[in-house]
């Protein structure tokens, strides 16, 4: 989930617990360009303080105004229950509420009563684990379950299911200082972030929050990780020891980002002990990213970790597109 999307949660379990009426809004479904995608959140309070965002616009106006009239005019029986709404649904609407190139948003508005489900989803989240939120609209019942990589927001009209917790993961072998750099811009961007590296004092001076210490050599961390399809593995310690036999191990997975520092020099004598060594065949080593990052004239430790989870998050974008979003269309909007 994003970032954002956990603080909004977090609020929104605050505000209840001090006694405020609150309102949680999900984007279900995007037509045209649009600001956030689908499962994007945005908690209003009763006195119309907000956390999230659902279009950047005027459509946090209008919630804002409608959470007040709410607490002036009373809430009867029917509020207390989720409801689907659309906004943009004609040109003069889109205009009115600022939605970029004809975009369309439809949400769910649902009043919260209960936050014990989000004690419960924070639960999840701090275990590592994925969870899937259901609503059912019809009666404001929700329902946990345990979900898996790859669940993303489903909605049929009566019911929403929507997954919370870190939904991409990255893997880095080595610890050094680059390494801190890229778990750092790692976990902003929402990546569960571990890192390998069996040289003590390495590890000794890793001090990442929220980053994860996997210990033994690298290619059998690699191994019993399992890498799937939102998985990333970074070789960054500079060490053939330790990276060769742990990108072998990638390079045969399901990853879908394997990359590894060094020159252009330095990448064609890896490709060729892979190849010579360990067989490691073409299709396979087309698959590394070498040198790792996008060029962008990196040169400070900070710069290059720029460039490789620029490199990492376009790659993931291009494997993962987001339905009637357009990016070109609504950077505008903000």
């Not at 909004?8 to 405020?20: E, K, P």
């Not at 616009?57 to 029986?77: F, N, P, S």
């Not at 990359?259 to 067989?279: M, P, Y």
Request: proline share 4%; aromatic share 4%.
């Amino acid at each position: 989930m994003d970032s954002l999307d956990l603080q909004v949660l977090t609020r929104v379990l605050a505000w209840r617990r001090s006694g405020h009426a609150v309102s949680l809004m999900t984007v279900v479904q995007t037509w045209g360009s649009a600001p956030r995608q689908p499962g994007a959140l945005l908690a209003v309070r009763d006195d119309g303080a907000i956390c999230g965002s659902v279009s950047g616009g005027c459509i946090e106006d209008e919630l804002i105004a409608q959470a007040k009239r709410t607490v002036t005019g009373g809430i009867d029986a029917k509020a207390t229950l989720p409801s689907v709404v659309i906004y943009g649904a004609d040109k003069e609407a889109a205009v009115r509420f600022g939605l970029p190139c004809g975009g369309t948003l439809q949400l769910v508005h649902e009043p919260v009563l209960d936050v014990d489900w989000i004690d419960e989803v924070l639960g999840h989240i701090v275990a590592h684990r994925l969870v899937v939120r259901t609503l059912d609209l019809a009666t404001g019942r929700i329902t946990l379950s345990i979900g898996s990589r790859g669940q993303g927001l489903v909605f049929d009209g009566r019911n929403l299911s929507t997954v919370f917790g870190p939904r991409w993961r990255i893997l880095l072998i080595g610890a050094g200082q680059l390494s801190q750099a890229v778990a750092q811009l790692a976990r902003v961007l929402d990546f569960e972030v571990s890192v390998c590296d069996p040289r003590e004092e390495y590890m000794a001076s890793m001090d990442i929050e929220g980053a994860y210490w996997m210990p033994g050599m690298p290619d059998d961390v690699v191994h019993e990780l399992l890498p799937d399809p939102h998985t990333a593995i970074v070789a960054l310690s500079h060490d053939p020891k330790l990276d060769d036999m742990a990108l072998l191990e990638a390079l045969n997975s399901s990853a879908f980002y394997v990359g590894a520092l060094g020159s252009r020099r330095n990448q064609v004598v890896r490709k060729r002990r892979l190849t010579e060594h360990f067989d490691l065949r073409d299709e396979k080593l087309g698959r590394l990213h070498g040198p790792v990052g996008l060029d962008i004239g990196a040169r400070t430790p900070a710069e290059i970790a720029v460039s490789i989870m620029a490199e990492i998050v376009q790659v993931r974008n291009e494997i993962s597109p987001h339905d009637g979003h357009v990016q070109g269309c609504a950077i505008g909007s903000w």
